[in-house]
Antibody, heavy 122, light 112 residues
Framework: EVQLVQSGAEVKKPGESLKISCKGS????????IGWVRQMPGKGLEWMGI????????RYSPSFQGQVTISADKSISTAYLQWSSLKASDTAMYYC???????????????WGQGTLVTVSS | QSALTQPASVSGSPGQSITISCTGT?????????VSWYQQHPGKAPKLMIY???NRPSGVSNRFSGSKSGNTASLTISGLQAEDEADYYC????????????FGTGTKVTVL
């Protein structure tokens, strides 16, 4: 069974750093892209970017380029999303998800993690 | 990049059929058959319902169907049930840059 299990909820102060995780199991972790999706309170889904754990090729949505860093450690089947300096506007639920991409084209997202709630407040 | 456009809300009575639209451009919905649809219940992660415009993953009810015409994709739910009340999002590859992807604005489906 394919599973993506994310780290727990976080409460941080503005300016702090944060790294959340997403551990994949039940499939070949290095053969599929892992994406991150933001959902701000009461709002819709926003695609942030993706990483291919096989070679760490990483792509960002123009809206999130420079705002976050996506990485992966294939030895432990885990992808990460990190911030160097959080802002209150980063408060949101963040989902990781398995995505099909090939030759520059991304198709569907078929499996999702349970989400990690990040709250940034002074 | 701009989100795909969906109606904010759609409602119907049990047993009826409803259709949710998803409008993009020739750079995304209209240019590729890579439209997907997701269902999200409150407090839950999204669930894939349709991929590649009209394909259903294993386990998804055949009451859900997808189609596309020009720059607009559609999700139809037939035989509406109370459990179908949720938010629905479309998505598509966008050629605005390589390895790029965009979601729709989301539609709240209410079962009356």
């Amino acid at each position: 069974e394919v599973q993506l299990v994310q780290s727990g909820a976080e409460v941080k102060k503005p300016g702090e750093s944060l790294k959340i995780s997403c551990k994949g199991s039940g499939y070949s972790f290095t053969s599929y892209w892992i994406g991150w999706v933001r959902q701000m309170p009461g709002k819709g889904l926003e695609w942030m970017g993706i990483i291919y754990p096989g070679d760490s090729d990483t792509r960002y949505s123009p809206s999130f380029q420079g705002q976050v860093t996506i990485s992966a450690d294939k030895s432990i089947s885990t992808a990460y999303l990190q911030w160097s300096s959080l802002k209150a506007s980063d408060t949101a639920m963040y989902y990781c998800a398995r995505q099909y991409c090939t030759n520059g084209v991304c198709y569907t997202v078929d499996y999702w993690g349970q989400g990690t709630l990040v709250t940034v407040s002074s | 990049q701009s989100a795909l456009t969906q109606p904010a809300s759609v409602s119907g009575s049990p047993g009826q059929s409803i259709t949710i639209s998803c409008t993009g451009t020739s750079s995304d919905v209209g240019g590729y058959n890579y439209v997907s649809w997701y269902q999200q219940h409150p407090g839950k992660a999204p669930k894939l319902m349709i991929y590649d415009v009209s394909n259903r993953p294993s386990g998804v009810s055949n009451r859900f169907s997808g189609s596309k015409s020009g720059n607009t994709a559609s999700l139809t739910i037939s035989g509406l049930q109370a459990e179908d009340e949720a938010d629905y999002y479309c998505s598509s590859y966008t050629s605005s840059s390589t390895y790029n992807y965009v979601f729709g604005t989301g539609t709240k489906v209410t079962v009356l």
